[in-house]
Nanobody
Framework: QVQLVESGGGLVQPGGSLRLSCAAS????????VGWYRQAPGKQRELVAS???????NYADSVKGRFTISRDNAKNTVYLQMNSLKAEDTAVYYC??????????????WGLGTQVTVSS
């Protein structure tokens, strides 16, 4: 059984920073592509940043230059460093990962999310 757990969310003032973590646990052979998504109230879930197994990265235009995605393969963990936060970054942030687990099967997993609130 594979689980994804996000952490690091919270309340921060505009201009502040947070670092989110997404940790995968269970029977894991490899963690392939990982994406951070967010969903604000009344809005659709959107992709914020993604990273491949080879560490190629992509970002939504709205976060380019402010957010950085990275991964630690030894820890099966992906991070999202968020700087210069704005009120419009307020959302629940979700981690999504393509993981090869038991039986050598490749499956898609979601975490339960972590709340990020940017407010003065």
């Amino acid at each position: 059984q594979v689980q994804l757990v996000e952490s690091g969310g919270g309340l921060v003032q505009p201009g502040g920073s947070l670092r989110l973590s997404c940790a995968a646990s269970g029977t894991i052979f490899s963690v392939n592509a990982v994406g951070w998504y967010r969903q604000a109230p009344g809005k659709q879930r959107e992709l914020v940043a993604s990273i491949t197994s080879g560490s190629s990265k992509n970002y939504a235009d709205s976060v380019k230059g402010r957010f950085t995605i990275s991964r630690d393969n030894a820890k099966n963990t992906v991070y999202l460093q968020m700087n210069s936060l704005k009120a419009e970054d307020t959302a629940v942030y979700y981690c999504n990962a393509l993981i090869r687990g038991s039986g050598n099967t490749l499956s898609n997993y979601w975490g339960l999310g972590t709340q990020v609130t940017v407010s003065s």
